[in-house]
């Protein structure tokens, strides 16, 4: 599936709670503090998409089954989120240098140069 498409805002704030089993003063304490930011409709509604809705279930997971505070909460999602873009990152590095080898073995093959 099309991240765009899978991203789209679509929950107002009512179907966001009931998704995650909080509040709906809970998620409008997280937008506050930064954990979680809705996209808002022309008339200023709050619409979640499905990376939030998963965002505020680890949240969720991370403070009632873990214990951990809204603070620790913010860091270990933004380091989650940092390795998840390394990773992304990392495989592309990974793609760009199998096509160079690729390249270069071609270039190597054509000119009657054997590598193992």
């Not at 991203?7 to 704030?13: A, D, H, Q, S």
């Not at 499905?50 to 279930?57: K, N, Q, S, T, V």
């Not at 403070?63 to 809204?70: I, R």
Request: charged share 30%.
């Amino acid at each position: 599936m099309n991240d765009q498409v899978s991203n789209e805002p679509w929950y107002v704030i009512s179907v966001a709670s009931r998704m995650v089993d909080l509040h709906p003063q809970t998620l409008r304490y997280y937008e506050r503090v930064g954990l979680v930011v809705p996209e808002r409709s022309a008339g200023s509604v709050r619409l979640y998409s499905p990376g939030d809705i998963e965002r505020l279930r680890k949240i969720r997971r991370l403070t009632s089954e873990l214990g951990v505070n809204l603070a620790g909460a913010d860091v270990i999602l933004r380091l989650t989120d940092t390795i998840e873009q390394l990773h992304v990152e990392m495989d592309e590095m990974h793609a760009a240098l199998e096509t160079e080898i690729q390249r270069l073995r071609r270039r190597l093959d054509e000119r009657g140069i054997v590598v193992d």
